[in-house]
């Protein structure tokens, strides 16, 4: 696990530039603004934006020119905790630990931080597009970047999983829908994020294809990973509501396969992953990391 | 008022293509798209994607070219809609004599059709953008277009106006901050879809300041005709319910200022718009249309 280490790096430069990339906004929106850092603090993992900038750096690229898309994408990773927490949706009063944002801002003001974070995400696109505005070839990989993950976050992926998981609740939920809700609510934007990392890095297209492999079967890991925790870890150690999906009724893999099939298949997962990353091009020290990330996230313990 | 019929032209050309710019939705996400197609629906006023549409053209663009981005922001402004119609928001039950989306749909699923709304338009965006990839100045215009609009309806325009709206509820407001709400939560997107209309037509820098004035003093106007309109009007003419504002202790232009000073301030932004529009270079045709429909927007009765 020496490989997983090296991701720390990443970390603070992803901590060191969330706020700065944020839009620079009025005194009068000081509240709107705290909400949007309440839910971007220091607690998060970072891995979608850890994968964006292991992708392009593995690809190639320069990891520095790569920072705002990784920040956009944290942005959006917490504008969907947001929406998601709300006493409509999953009705969570506890997240990573801390109280969640409609908890601390109330629910209007945890709406519209949301709406808010999500458009930064674009604002910070559109900035960096209009900087590469006179460098046609750089200005295309950051628009492939930019399409991947407006795709993975919107109503064909990640707002499409969340819409299927509320109105799966408290339903009998066919093997087949339940992976349908997987791949966007969870697999979609983390897929999108290594996709645009790779376009970023200057990948070709038959790498671009292996790696959106690998992070659809991530993806789908980390959210059958996320609910055996859901049944097995406590509250504490979880950070935030321990055995909400079984009382909210909601479609999991342990629910709609058992706990059993739940980890062969998360195993099964990880393995064509790993196999995917094998295909691409890059070299050996990233396919491991590329390998011991998809292992520590299968195996976490919150 | 002839010329402001002639704008009826582009209502179907929107109409016709609003659907039409969706993504394109797997069938298990056939209630999300219902619920983001309802609010769309046939009865909106197409105000923001007219003006952009109005602008492109006069500044020598090709309308049909414009489409997609016209589309999108009315998918911003629907979303808005729904948004701010939510219970934790402004609480209503009405929007354009229909129930709200929340209201059919259900506070989850609206509060998800309003992010795939948000997510569609910058889908929309980058699916043009990567259509032009391979023309560099067409690709800039568009750019620069989806950059003003991203930045009107984010955290410092549209969603800034709407988050000081909520928490000035029921507080004595500065006629400073109530500006600040009105240019953020109405002007802000008004003026952006303007602005990127005058950028896809091709519109020199000049002409973009002009216009930008004139989007600005429109939209201001606009907000305090709605204003004025919430206290004058009758609920079954107006679509929505009447005297909201004053119920919620919102702040408005009339509870500010007085009646009598809305209607001068609203003179005052029409005249204000219609001499910001004189100073572009556009055919006096176009400047005809432009004022007519600032005219127009803040004598509606609705």
Redesign the interface.
């Known amino acids: 696990m020496n490989h997983f280490q090296d991701l720390y790096r990443y970390r603070e430069l992803i901590d060191a530039h969330l706020e700065e990339e ?5 005194s ?2 000081r ?3 705290e909400a ?1 850092r309440y839910t971007l603090g220091a607690k998060g993992k970072r891995i979608r934006p850890f994968l964006l900038l292991l992708t392009c750096e593995s690809a190639g690229g320069d990891v520095k020119e790569a920072v705002p898309y990784a920040c956009a994408v944290e942005f959006i990773h917490a504008y969907s905790l947001i ?1 998601d927490d ?4 999953d009705d969570d009063d506890l997240r990573r630990g801390e109280p969640t944002n409609h908890k601390v801002f ?7 931080a ?7 995400a ?2 910070v ?3 960096d ?2 900087i590469y ?1 006179d460098r ?1 070839e750089q ?2 990989r950051r ?2 970047a ?2 991947e993950i ?2 993975g ?4 992926g990640m ?2 999983g ?3 998981d ?2 799966a609740e408290g339903l009998v939920v066919s093997p087949d ?1 339940l992976d ?1 809700i997987h791949l966007g609510k969870t697999a979609a934007l983390i897929r999108a994020a290594i996709c645009a990392g790779a376009y970023l890095g200057g990948a070709d297209e038959p790498d671009i294809r292996h790696f959106s492999d690998y992070g659809e079967n991530l993806g789908l890991a980390f959210q059958i990973a996320d609910d055996i925790l859901d049944v097995t870890a406590e509250t504490e150690v979880l950070g935030k509501t321990a055995g909400k999906d079984e009382k909210a009724h909601k479609a999991t893999y342990p629910s709609v396969h058992g706990l059993e099939a739940a980890r062969e298949r998360l195993l099964e997962l990880t393995t064509r992953a790993a196999d995917a990353v094998e295909r691409t091009s890059v070299n050996d020290g990233y396919k491991d990391q590329f390998t011991d990330l998809a292992r520590a996230l299968a195996h976490r313990e919150h």
Request: with cysteine; hydrophobic share 45%; aromatic share 6%.
């Open positions: 944020l839009p620079e906004l009025d009068k929106s509240t709107l603004l949007m929406h709300l006493p409509a949706m109330g629910e209007g003001m945890a709406i519209l949301g709406d808010g974070l999500l458009s930064a674009f604002e696109f559109h900035k597009y209009l505005l046609p200005l295309k628009i492939r930019g399409a407006a795709k976050c919107g109503c064909r707002v499409a969340q819409a299927s509320l109105e829908l349908y």
